[in-house]
Structures are given as structure tokens and as C-alpha cells.
């Protein structure tokens, strides 16, 4: 078992550029889940799917930000128009249920 | 919406001593408690959970739950320079176990 594995490791993108983060869940697990995480405001919940279905994307900045998860092995969180501000580490975690998260490394995007 | 705090935002032992995390929360229906560790560049992994009040242990590694007081504690037996890393907190409601809230985490030294 690998884990949850996050695509690439670390994204440098200039200002107005796309981004897309790739997430492989734990296979079998039924709930992914996309936090981003910075200094500042810490690990901040962005979206959910369970059983691929989007259930909640509350977290999410609507505007420029959309997540996907077009079949169980992979979820994939995209960002238009890039801006300073959206760098952090974007981290995916999957679930079985209602169990504890298992995260991966997270994906450190850039934008200079 | 649930509030997650913990203290000290730092923290140095010397090996072997024990170490004692914080973490409050706002919100006193949540009954969902869980601890995770996170090395420096890497994701985070689950320590101890724990659902009613009093104790639970793994290992290591004992949480305190007392719902009353808003507060859950982590007490590290014995550390080790290898538990250096941030400590997170992580608090969410039964029904919706789904959406975790962190607090913005502990970083723990540990001296040899």
C-alpha cells in the first residue's frame, strides 16, 4: 500500500498561470478530502467527495478554484489565473468513512 | 463554527522528559478528537483518537479528553529526537466526522 500519492511534489507557476494538483487515494477508500495549508492560517479544509460524489466544497475560493474526481483512483484540484496568494502546500487525504484521514505529502505550489 | 486552539505554539524537551500539548475547542457537541504528527516536508500521520471523556493511550503517545472543559490534552512518554515535528489537533461532529478542523498545531523539539 503506497499511500495517498500527490503529483507533483512541488509546482512553480507565474502570476495568471493554471495549476492542476493530482491526487491517487488509498485504494478502497470511499472519501477524499483537499486542505491547503499555510503558516499563517494553518490547515484550512477546501473540498470533499465520498464515493466520488462532491459533497461539500464550502472551503473552496469559487471563483478560480474547481475540484474533480472523474474515477476512485484519482482526484485532481485546479487553479485559474494563479495568484501569490494561492501558494501554500495543497495537501489530499483519503478515508474510508468516518475514520481517521490519511494524507499525502502535498503538493508546495509556487507563484512568483 | 468549531474553533481549534492549541498551546504553546512551541515547544523544546530533552529527551526522555514527557511532553504536554494543548488544545481547546469552541464548540462542546463535537465528540470526534483525533492527534496527528507531521515531519517537516511530509503529510501527516494519525497518532491517537479518542471519542468520550477520559483517557486513551497508544503506545507512546496518551490523549485527555475532558468535554466539559473544552479541552483535549497529548502527553508524549518518553520522546525522542525523531518525534521532533508540528503536532495538530484535529476536532469534528459525529454526523459530519467528514469535515476535520485543525488548529494551527505545536512544534515540538526534542533535545538528545
Known amino acids: 500500500n503506497a499511500g495517498v500519492i500527490q503529483t507533483p511534489r512541488h509546482k512553480v507557476t507565474g502570476k495568471g498561470q493554471e495549476a492542476t494538483l493530482w491526487c491517487e487515494p488509498i485504494?478502497?477508500?470511499?472519501?477524499v478530502f483537499w486542505y491547503r495549508q499555510t503558516i499563517v492560517q494553518g490547515l484550512e479544509f477546501l473540498t470533499y467527495?465520498?464515493?466520488?460524489?462532491?459533497?461539500?466544497d464550502s472551503g473552496m475560493p469559487k471563483e478560480r478554484f474547481s475540484a474533480q474526481m472523474p474515477n476512485q483512483s484519482h482526484s485532481t484540484l485546479k487553479i485559474q489565473s494563479t495568484q501569490p496568494q494561492d501558494s501554500a502546500v495543497y495537501l489530499c487525504?483519503?478515508?474510508?468513512?468516518?475514520?481517521?484521514?490519511?494524507f499525502g505529502a502535498g503538493t508546495r505550489l509556487s507563484v512568483l | 463554527q468549531q474553533k481549534v486552539q492549541q498551546s504553546p505554539e512551541s515547544l523544546t524537551v530533552s529527551e526522555g522528559a514527557m511532553a504536554s500539548l494543548n488544545c481547546t475547542f469552541s464548540d462542546g457537541t463535537s465528540d470526534n478528537f483525533r492527534w496527528y504528527r507531521q515531519h517537516s516536508g511530509k503529510g501527516l500521520e494519525m497518532l491517537v483518537s479518542?471519542?468520550?471523556?477520559g483517557e486513551k493511550e497508544e503506545g507512546r503517545f496518551t490523549a485527555h479528553l475532558n468535554r466539559a472543559s473544552l479541552h483535549v490534552s497529548l502527553h508524549i512518554r518518553e520522546p525522542q529526537p525523531s518525534d521532533s515535528a508540528v503536532y495538530l489537533c484535529a476536532v469534528s461532529l459525529d454526523t459530519n466526522a467528514y469535515k476535520v478542523i485543525f488548529g494551527k498545531g505545536t512544534h515540538l523539539h526534542v533535545l538528545p
Open positions: 485504494s478502497g477508500h470511499s472519501a
Open positions: 467527495f465520498r464515493n466520488q460524489a462532491p459533497i461539500d
Open positions: 479518542i471519542f468520550s471523556d
Open positions: 487525504a483519503s478515508s474510508p468513512g468516518l475514520g481517521p484521514l490519511y
